[in-house]
């Protein structure tokens, strides 16, 4: 075999479909090495020694060889593929929208903003709290009915005095780490998740989208509760709200509230305005003095309030939808309708 011969013609080898060619002649199954192979038999023990040696030097080279042709081939051609597939960068492409938040993240973000906006701290907690933090801490005793199993979710892992952990079931739980950290005066919002037993409905689930808001300073009164109301559901609603207030209790506020909200809805026929249905949209209250000596807060020097506004029924009344549970069923034609 001579090998000056078929490097030549691996240098005239100009596509692909050529150097497939030259392989199956020299290097592929039937190759002609294997000729030169099978005449060793009839050699004698010291040809071949000496022509193993020259037919090994020869594929060798003949491998090395190819492998550069290959790649060579294969440069070029990217090469050709580049010039003739230009792009003018100057040309404005098409925007594509991969993603979007939900309902109830944009909701959420929102709140914070305006939030944040009002000069209050963002703090996000944890799912899993003591009986302490859930319950004892906002003056809810340990024999409230709230605490029992059809309520509370319990988990097997246990706090430092061995009583069950559980899921949180309101963000009220973050508020007493947070008082250690930063003290009164504070400005806190919560939000986050939380967990209890119910009956799943167009307005109940057992798991819930919920934030919570506290403040707490001196001479804080319910007039500033109810402008940092209009302010926030205004703000979040894109529309004047009227509030109406209703006494009911909370054990962790004195006096506690329910809150209706109602809008004015404009007829997109006629142009014209009405008044929507009341709709509970929070529960609030002045922070109750239990809680504040519970927290090492001297009730007779500081004052506040609490709320917590559910993010689930907020993001429904906003968007106008009627079933909560169209938020987590993962339904993609309701995803993609916002």
């Known amino acids: 075999m001579n090998l000056e011969q078929a490097l030549s013609e691996l240098s005239l080898v100009k596509d692909k479909l050529q150097l497939e060619e030259f392989f199956q002649k020299y290097l592929g199954k039937k190759w002609l090495l294997n000729e030169e192979f099978a005449k060793m038999k009839e050699a004698s023990i010291e040809e071949k020694k000496t022509l193993g040696w020259k037919l090994s030097e020869i594929k060798t080279k003949l491998t090395e060889e190819y492998s550069k042709k290959e790649s060579e081939i294969s440069i070029n051609e990217i090469n050709e593929q580049l010039k003739q597939d230009i792009v003018d960068i100057s040309v404005t492409g098409k925007k594509y929208k991969w993603w979007h938040f939900s309902l109830l993240t944009k909701t959420r973000k929102d709140l914070e903003t305006i939030a944040e906006n009002m000069w209050f701290t963002v703090d996000y907690g944890h799912e899993v709290v003591t009986k302490y933090e859930n319950f004892v801490s906002v003056n809810i005793p340990l024999s409230h009915p709230a605490t029992e199993m059809h309520d509370t979710m319990y988990i097997n892992e246990k706090d430092m005095t061995w009583e069950n952990l559980i899921l949180r079931t309101h963000n009220s739980s973050q508020q007493v780490r947070d008082m250690l950290k930063m003290w009164a005066p504070m400005k806190l919002v919560c939000p986050g998740k939380d967990y209890r037993f119910d009956d799943m409905d167009a307005h109940h689930?057992?798991?819930?989208?919920?934030?919570?808001?506290?403040?707490?300073?001196?001479?804080?009164?319910i007039a500033n509760f109810k402008e940092c109301m209009l302010t926030l559901l205004s703000a979040v609603l894109g529309r004047e709200v009227e509030l109406r207030f209703r006494p009911c209790y909370f054990p962790f506020v004195e006096p506690g509230f329910e809150i209706d909200a109602r809008y004015d809805i404009v007829d997109a026929k006629t142009w014209k305005a009405e008044k929507s249905d009341r709709m509970e949209i929070l529960w609030a209250g002045m922070m109750h003095p239990n809680v504040l000596k519970e927290w090492w807060i001297d009730p007779e020097v500081y004052t506040g309030f609490a709320f917590g506004i559910g993010i689930s029924r907020l993001a429904a009344v906003r968007y106008g939808i009627k079933d909560i549970r169209y938020f987590t069923n993962w339904d993609l034609r309701f995803v993609k309708s916002f």
């Open 205 to 221: 689930d057992v798991m819930f989208h919920q934030m919570e808001w506290i403040y707490i300073d001196k001479n804080v009164s």
